[in-house]
């Protein structure tokens, strides 16, 4: 089924995952475009993406994409010449997956606040939704994939798994990528219920239950 029969069946839901993933995406790719200033590459804000706006960090076409079949991604031009440390690519290519553990953490506070002083059924939904979607981005991102966050960050600590084959690399790439979209469910189900398991330890430790 197509994400966008969503928008005939459950409209409000729709909309709130559009709302939810874009919001998510465009901090994922600030965060990198700032580490990089941050770190002496000045390459992303040159070309304007220190910025929420969703046609800048993300595209027409994978806004459509999004609208069309639930999937999106984000795009930064970093210049790992330009920055300061050895270790300056990794932090910048960790800063995204970071961001979206920090909306997962502001979303399971949200959901937790939105429970206990009983808030609409809407608000707590763009929280749950926030929650559970921030950690399959992470997840997915952190994925030893090149191309991906992950692979920045584990090069860097494994200098060696660069020099590995193209071909094998390709190999186990395709691979990976493969199970991660045979069990997105499964990972979207996981994030769900650390969502629901944070929110209620946030009730109970802070907020005196619900």
């Not at 994978?62 to 210049?79: D, E, R, T, Y």
């Not at 600590?157 to 991660?180: C, D, I, N, W, Y």
Request: hydrophobic share 60%; with cysteine.
């Amino acid at each position: 089924m197509l994400f966008i029969e969503t928008l005939w069946k459950a409209p409000i839901f729709f909309f709130i995952q559009i709302f939810v993933v874009v919001v998510s995406v465009c901090v994922h790719e600030l965060s990198h475009a700032w580490v990089a200033l941050m770190q002496g590459d000045p390459t992303a804000a040159e070309r304007g993406h220190l910025t929420l706006n969703p046609l800048k960090q993300m595209g027409p076409m994978s806004l459509i994409m999004l609208i069309f079949i639930g999937l999106a991604w984000g795009q930064v031009p970093v210049n790992p010449a330009r920055m300061r440390h050895r270790w300056s690519h990794m932090l910048v290519a960790f800063a995204g997956p970071a961001a979206n553990l920090g909306l997962f953490a502001l979303c399971t506070i949200g959901l937790a606040l939105s429970i206990y002083f009983g808030a609409p059924p809407n608000a707590r939904l763009i929280f749950s939704l926030g929650g559970a979607l921030n950690i399959v981005l992470f997840v997915i991102n952190m994925l030893p994939v090149p191309g991906f966050d992950g692979w920045q960050v584990i090069s860097y600590f494994v200098p060696r798994a660069t020099q590995v084959k193209a071909e094998v690399m390709g190999g186990a790439s395709l691979l990976l990528l493969l199970l991660v979209l045979v069990f997105l469910g499964t990972i979207f189900n996981f994030a769900e219920g650390l969502t629901k398991s944070v929110t209620r330890i946030l009730l109970t430790l802070f907020l005196g239950g619900a």
